[in-house]
């Protein structure tokens, strides 16, 4: 896809959202249960179900995905999608693209050995190296606006409200 196929196909969207903002506000959902035994949740995803459980630094064997990884890894396909976006939209060649999203995360925290040691991911870096002729100016903009528009990387500023009710 090129520049002028983006802006066509996202032409109507945006006269649509600029005639109602109100169609704009899109509903996003995941769903998941406690199908599968031990300390794990299951979670439906695009591909396929996939079972959340502890991370080995917190009493896991590693069978199961961590929920830590997968932030990561939702983060790291939307600043893709996202990058690819901004990209095509400046006109930029991107030939050949790799990505990987990093951080850590303290065990006491999340074990309470330690009120003082946070509970969560810490920094995250997103790196993206590419096979493109692009100067470094249009990479640093490239970069700007895919932090700037991410809407995964975005949504870590505020911290999400969990609801426990009975069924």
Known sequence: M????????????????TADPAAAVTPLDATADF????????????????????????????????????????LLACAGVTLRSVATSMG???????????????????????RSAPVGVGPVTVTFTLTTDADDAALERLATSTERYCVVGQSLREAPRVVVRRA
Not at 2 to 17: G, H, I, V
Not at 96 to 108: C, L, N, P, Q, Y
């Open 2 to 17: 090129d520049r002028t196929d983006l802006r066509r196909l996202q032409a109507p969207l945006r006269e649509r959202y």
């Open 35 to 74: 199908r599968d035994d031990g300390v794990t949740c299951t979670v439906d995803g695009f591909a396929g179900p996939v079972r959340a459980g502890l991370h080995a630094a917190t009493g896991g064997d590693g069978s199961d995905a961590c929920s830590g990884d997968m932030l990561l890894e939702a």
């Open 92 to 114: 930029l060649t991107v030939e050949e693209a790799h990505g990987v999203a990093e951080s850590t995360f303290d065990a006491r925290g999340t074990l309470g050995i330690d």
